[in-house]
Nanobody, 116 residues
């Protein structure tokens, strides 16, 4: 299993940018498909972005395409979510995950708040 810790959240204004980081521990990080979900108040957790073990072919939820970019650095056991042109509707707790064959690990989340 992979232990994950997010960082980089905060309070920003609409149009600003943030970069979230998620540091993983364990030698299996590079073998995992990884990504981000988010959960807004009163809503279900939703997929935001994901990327495979090699770092190729990322996929995104439609509302963040063209604004968010997911990446990974396996040498540092870290994944990133660059978020540009933030909107108030992006306000949520953002969770990173790491998916191995039989297990999915989650971080505890980092709050992103976008004011209008």
């Amino acid at each position: 299993q992979v232990q994950l810790v997010e960082s980089g959240g905060g309070l920003v204004q609409a149009g600003d940018s943030l970069r979230l980081s998620c540091a993983g521990s364990g030698r299996t990080f590079s073998s995992a498909d990884i990504g981000w979900y988010r959960q807004a108040p009163g809503k279900e957790r939703e997929f935001v972005a994901g990327i495979g073990r090699s770092g190729g072919m990322p996929n995104y939820e439609d509302s963040v395409k063209g604004r968010f970019t997911i990446s990974r650095d396996n040498a540092k056991n870290t994944m990133y979510l660059q978020m540009n042109s933030l909107k108030p509707e992006d306000t949520a707790i953002y969770y990173c995950y790491a998916q191995l064959i039989f297990t999915r690990s989650w971080g505890r989340g980092t709050q992103v708040t976008v004011s209008s």
